[in-house]
């Protein structure tokens, strides 16, 4: 049999570099991985544990000294482990499986969540979402297609092929990542931890920071591309321009629009969405936008031909782009104008930066289960608390302000993290400190990097409207140029119109977007009525504004649409779509749901969540735990199968 493949590659380092790795590891997850390696609970059984729980905090709180204990007693366990072959760990009971997770996180971990954790941890060496057609049924149909490459397209891609359903992927961009491959913007990182923002079962211990930057995410995504065979499934540079459903025969119509302007339908038994929801970017119709004399761009096009230094640049926008943009040019731009209309919440996270050093990732490839441990690490504190902090009291006093107790700590929380480093700059106060809820949009993260830029004297934050553009800059409300070279639009993307600009057809001709209007809804995210074997990953009311990650989410959708698929196929149906009754109960009570979050405030005046009746139908209101149960097993009393 072969060695579970988070059990650890066997080593043979000196003790010496033993001891230099230990410097840099989690202490914590060493300890966890010490478990494994003898068998022996009683190692966290005694004083040396973790004294509390913070998102990015990994090192539980332990002094110095106790820090000190555990790489003395992690070392002698090492260099006996090492010497003795590495061998593969017994696994552990689940019992004790669940005392560690606890113990690391220094809560309860309700039973609720264990069979998740245990999924998405893969103790046990086994991808359990992945399902394999055991049962041979044969694929007598077209291709599935799959629209998009990115993370869900990508994951799509590796699914199928695992189920020998034969299908073609259309990516728009010359390469694979999606939002990877086009935001090439300075300073574009994630802000999940990578050891958590990756495929649960294609971990890499290569990152180079814990949030990487995108170069590094977009070779990720390639490199599980190569590894998974999916390359010659794609299609590049081709873009969908619809689909149409042809009732007659039972299949998808998909036109493509190629590179060298050539179009073509391709029939396809099923199609899955997997662009995303934020994907094409929103350039605000202000006037004289197109008198501007120089270069101006959108930060998902960045026109890397244009010289930033020594220029004047005006950067329109400040959201999750706008705010790693602006730290990443200061430097060498001769002055930078921020025009930002809302402020931002920001979580103070020091590790936002940092390198990974090279002890840590010794430890990911060689410590049995030190990675999967870090993986529940950074995954637990944001999994399904941060809805708790979103929920509102009706009736706590003022929600302008705040929308619980809870709400009104992290809230107290936050600003202390910018008062601390704003040096009483009660002006500065005045334009960063957000006039709404915490977390009332999605929180950004923060090592202080985004108040250092402001505070340079050839920054200027403006948080006044804009009149008009002009061919020499930007003039405000008030009627002063601010003069720029080069204009930045870090102004987001068309989140509220889903599948925008793809033209969708469903039974009977029905154009998807027009009925959806600007509230799209399918069912679970996934399914619409009337719109039979199409599938949506990162679909309506999935997004996640409270933590977890969208790449778990994707998981979660196409072990479900791959059900649906090995479905049709093994019962021999032609065509599903769900319920009506199912879709519009799932849409009223997700809804209903929504509404009861910080997101829909009416105190969140300006959020991309919301559409032009302040109505949210992109985000998901559900937690972790539940849209996982909810999607593990397809329920066909849910479909109407022909
Ligand atoms: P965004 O958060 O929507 O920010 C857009 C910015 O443009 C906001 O400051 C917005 O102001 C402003 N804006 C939009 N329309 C405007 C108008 N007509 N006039 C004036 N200002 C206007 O967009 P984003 O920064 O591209 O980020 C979008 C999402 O992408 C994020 O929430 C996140 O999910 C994802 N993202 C993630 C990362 C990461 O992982 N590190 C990085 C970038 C993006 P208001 O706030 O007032 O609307």
């Given at each position: 049999m072969s060695r579970n493949p988070h059990a650890g590659v066997p080593f043979e380092a000196s003790d010496a570099e033993?001891?230099?790795?230990?410097?840099?590891?989690?202490?914590?997850?060493?300890?966890?991985?010490?478990?494994?390696l003898t068998g022996d609970p009683a190692i966290i059984r005694g004083d040396l544990r973790p004294a509390g729980l913070f998102l990015n905090e990994v090192q539980g709180y332990l002094s110095e000294e106790d820090q000190e204990r555990a790489r003395a007693l992690a070392l002698d366990l090492l260099i006996a482990y090492r010497d003795a072959g590495c061998p593969e760990p017994a696994p552990l009971g689940a019992e004790v499986v669940h005392e560690?997770?606890?113990?690391?996180?220094?809560?309860p971990v309700p039973d609720q969540y264990v069979p998740m954790l245990m999924e998405e941890m893969e103790l046990d060496g086994r991808d359990a979402r992945a399902l394999r057609s055991t049962r041979g049924a044969a694929w007598d149909r077209p291709p599935v297609a799959v629209i998009g490459c990115g993370e869900s397209g990508l994951l799509a891609g590796i699914r199928l092929k695992e189920a020998g359903i034969p299908f073609v992927i259309f990516e728009k961009n010359a390469g694979v990542g999606g939002t990877w491959w086009e935001n090439t913007y300075p300073g574009a990182r994630v802000d999940v931890g990578n050891h958590f923002y990756c495929y649960s079962f294609e971990p890499s211990d290569q990152w180079t920071e814990f949030f990487?930057?995108?170069?590094?995410?977009?070779?990720y995504f390639a490199s599980v591309m190569d590894r998974r065979g999916i390359t010659e499934h794609i299609a590049f540079s081709t873009e969908v321009a619809g689909a149409t459903w042809d009732d007659e025969t039972g299949t998808w119509n998909v036109e493509v629009h190629r590179a060298d302007g050539s179009i073509g339908q391709v029939a396809a038994s099923a199609v899955i969405s997997a662009v995303g929801q934020l994907n094409r970017p929103n350039l605000p119709e202000i006037p004289g936008r197109d008198a501007f004399a120089g270069p101006s761009f959108h930060s998902a096009q960045w026109d890397h031909g244009v010289d930033l230094a020594g220029k004047r640049v005006?950067?329109?926008?400040?959201?999750a782009s706008g705010f790693q943009i602006a730290p990443a040019i200061a430097e060498e731009v001769e002055h930078l104008t921020i025009f930002q209309?809302?402020?931002?919440?920001?979580f103070p996270n020091p590790n936002y930066h940092e390198a990974v050093g090279p002890g840590v990732r010794w430890a990911l490839r060689h410590l049995p289960f030190y990675g999967r441990w870090y993986r529940f690490l950074i995954f637990w504190p944001g999994c399904d608390k941060g809805l708790e902090a979103a929920r509102v009291d009706p009736a706590y006093p003022d929600p302008q302000v705040a929308v619980s107790e809870i709400n009104d700590l992290t809230r107290q929380m936050f600003t202390d993290w910018i008062l601390s480093q704003i040096d009483g700059d009660d002006e500065l106060a005045a334009k960063v400190i957000p006039d709404y809820p915490a977390t009332g949009k999605r929180t950004l993260q923060d090592n202080g990097s985004w108040l250092?830029?402001?505070?340079?004297?050839?920054?200027e934050l403006i948080r006044l409207g804009i009149d008009h553009i002009e061919a020499g800059g930007v003039v405000d409300v008030e009627g002063t140029l601010?003069?720029?070279?080069?204009i930045v639009f870090a102004t987001g993307f068309k989140a509220t119109e889903l599948l925008w600009p793809l033209e969708i057809r469903g039974s009977g001709g029905v154009d998807l977007r027009e009925m959806w209007g600007d509230r799209p809804a399918a069912y679970l995210g996934i399914t619409v009525p009337g719109f039979p074997n199409f599938f949506c990953m990162y679909g309506p009311g999935t997004n996640l504004a409270h933590g977890g990650s969208l790449i778990f989410h994707s998981e979660c959708q196409m072990r479900y649409i791959e059900q649906c698929l090995l479905a049709l196929a093994e019962g021999g149906h032609r065509q599903m779509e769900p319920r009506r009754e199912a879709y519009d109960d799932w849409h009223q009570r997700t809804q209903a749901e929504i509404k009861t979050l910080v997101w829909s405030q009416p105190s969140v005046r300006h959020s991309f969540f919301k559409?032009?009746?302040?109505?949210?139908?992109?985000?998901?209101?559900w937690r972790l735990v539940d849209y996982w149960g909810w999607t593990r097993q397809v329920d066909l009393e849910d479909y109407v199968m022909s």
């Amino acid at each position: 049999m072969s060695r579970n493949p988070h059990a650890g590659v066997p080593f043979e380092a000196s003790d010496a570099e033993i001891v230099e790795a230990l410097k840099d590891v989690s202490i914590p997850t060493l300890l966890l991985s010490l478990v494994h390696l003898t068998g022996d609970p009683a190692i966290i059984r005694g004083d040396l544990r973790p004294a509390g729980l913070f998102l990015n905090e990994v090192q539980g709180y332990l002094s110095e000294e106790d820090q000190e204990r555990a790489r003395a007693l992690a070392l002698d366990l090492l260099i006996a482990y090492r010497d003795a072959g590495c061998p593969e760990p017994a696994p552990l009971g689940a019992e004790v499986v669940h005392e560690m997770m606890e113990w690391l996180v220094c809560e309860p971990v309700p039973d609720q969540y264990v069979p998740m954790l245990m999924e998405e941890m893969e103790l046990d060496g086994r991808d359990a979402r992945a399902l394999r057609s055991t049962r041979g049924a044969a694929w007598d149909r077209p291709p599935v297609a799959v629209i998009g490459c990115g993370e869900s397209g990508l994951l799509a891609g590796i699914r199928l092929k695992e189920a020998g359903i034969p299908f073609v992927i259309f990516e728009k961009n010359a390469g694979v990542g999606g939002t990877w491959w086009e935001n090439t913007y300075p300073g574009a990182r994630v802000d999940v931890g990578n050891h958590f923002y990756c495929y649960s079962f294609e971990p890499s211990d290569q990152w180079t920071e814990f949030f990487a930057r995108q170069p590094e995410l977009q070779a990720y995504f390639a490199s599980v591309m190569d590894r998974r065979g999916i390359t010659e499934h794609i299609a590049f540079s081709t873009e969908v321009a619809g689909a149409t459903w042809d009732d007659e025969t039972g299949t998808w119509n998909v036109e493509v629009h190629r590179a060298d302007g050539s179009i073509g339908q391709v029939a396809a038994s099923a199609v899955i969405s997997a662009v995303g929801q934020l994907n094409r970017p929103n350039l605000p119709e202000i006037p004289g936008r197109d008198a501007f004399a120089g270069p101006s761009f959108h930060s998902a096009q960045w026109d890397h031909g244009v010289d930033l230094a020594g220029k004047r640049v005006v950067m329109i926008g400040a959201g999750a782009s706008g705010f790693q943009i602006a730290p990443a040019i200061a430097e060498e731009v001769e002055h930078l104008t921020i025009f930002q209309r809302t402020a931002q919440w920001m979580f103070p996270n020091p590790n936002y930066h940092e390198a990974v050093g090279p002890g840590v990732r010794w430890a990911l490839r060689h410590l049995p289960f030190y990675g999967r441990w870090y993986r529940f690490l950074i995954f637990w504190p944001g999994c399904d608390k941060g809805l708790e902090a979103a929920r509102v009291d009706p009736a706590y006093p003022d929600p302008q302000v705040a929308v619980s107790e809870i709400n009104d700590l992290t809230r107290q929380m936050f600003t202390d993290w910018i008062l601390s480093q704003i040096d009483g700059d009660d002006e500065l106060a005045a334009k960063v400190i957000p006039d709404y809820p915490a977390t009332g949009k999605r929180t950004l993260q923060d090592n202080g990097s985004w108040l250092r830029t402001l505070t340079r004297p050839d920054v200027e934050l403006i948080r006044l409207g804009i009149d008009h553009i002009e061919a020499g800059g930007v003039v405000d409300v008030e009627g002063t140029l601010h003069p720029a070279d080069v204009i930045v639009f870090a102004t987001g993307f068309k989140a509220t119109e889903l599948l925008w600009p793809l033209e969708i057809r469903g039974s009977g001709g029905v154009d998807l977007r027009e009925m959806w209007g600007d509230r799209p809804a399918a069912y679970l995210g996934i399914t619409v009525p009337g719109f039979p074997n199409f599938f949506c990953m990162y679909g309506p009311g999935t997004n996640l504004a409270h933590g977890g990650s969208l790449i778990f989410h994707s998981e979660c959708q196409m072990r479900y649409i791959e059900q649906c698929l090995l479905a049709l196929a093994e019962g021999g149906h032609r065509q599903m779509e769900p319920r009506r009754e199912a879709y519009d109960d799932w849409h009223q009570r997700t809804q209903a749901e929504i509404k009861t979050l910080v997101w829909s405030q009416p105190s969140v005046r300006h959020s991309f969540f919301k559409n032009a009746a302040g109505e949210i139908h992109g985000l998901s209101p559900w937690r972790l735990v539940d849209y996982w149960g909810w999607t593990r097993q397809v329920d066909l009393e849910d479909y109407v199968m022909s």
